[in-house]
């Protein structure tokens, strides 16, 4: 994986009063990692936005300071302002290139199902995948084709994600990412409700009612 320069330098401006730096289109930063001492740095913030547009969580950085090698980081903290969204704050993990790290990965879904034409249900169900690697392996994301899905129950599985033999997937091997559901039935109970013809009942008939009626007869 090629990594994305980034220029650096340390910070000696720190708590509340990091605000006067991003007036100045400064971002304040920070480095840490395994065996690494924490260190405060600030980047340029127009360039920091350029190389995240490129890099995401999982491509390497290579954050360049004056008079020091090159360090390989990866971004793995960004601290936002909740209504702007603006990024506030950076965190970057140096990394060993010789020593596996773990990240989460998205998938991508390429392609259509043609199963979906057919009347079913595109099914996703996972989105991202845990993988462990060597860090100059690391993916941005892992592509899954779904134009193989043609039939009901068609399915695709952890195990199918086409990954080199230098990442492990640490996810069931046969939890399913994608599959074609059947569509969805509408039963609907149709109610006849069958009405009796009314039944009249007959009151009997008192002795004046009938003595009348004997009358008009």
Not at 11 to 18: D, F, H
Not at 37 to 52: G, H, I, P, T
Request: hydrophobic share 45%; aromatic share 2%; glycine share 6%.
């Amino acid at each position: 994986m090629e990594a994305i320069e980034l220029q650096a330098s340390p910070r000696t401006v720190l708590g509340k009063k990091v605000r006067h730096l991003r007036r100045q289109g400064m971002l304040p930063a920070n480095l840490f990692g395994h065996n690494v001492a924490s260190q405060a740095l600030q980047v340029e913030e127009r360039a920091f936005q350029r190389a995240f547009a490129q890099a995401g969580m999982n491509t390497l950085i290579s954050l360049k300071m004056a008079g020091a090698e090159p360090k390989m980081v990866l971004i793995r903290g960004l601290q936002r302002n909740p209504l702007k969204r603006d990024v506030l704050h950076v965190d970057f993990y140096q990394v060993a290139m010789m020593e596996k790290l773990t990240a989460q990965v998205p998938l991508v879904f390429l392609g259509e199902a043609p199963g979906v034409a057919a009347g079913g249900i595109l099914l996703h169900n996972i989105d991202e995948v845990e993988i462990e690697c060597l860090p100059g392996d690391l993916l941005r994301q892992i592509d899954v084709d779904i134009s193989g899905l043609q039939a009901i129950d068609d399915a695709i599985h952890v195990k199918d994600l086409k990954v080199s033999a230098a990442i492990k997937i640490l996810r069931d091997p046969d939890e399913v990412v994608a599959k074609i559901l059947p569509p969805a039935k509408e039963e609907v109970a149709e109610v006849v409700a069958e009405v009796a013809p009314a039944e009249v009942e007959e009151i009997p008939k008192g002795k004046e009612a009938k003595e009348k009626e004997a009358e008009e007869e």
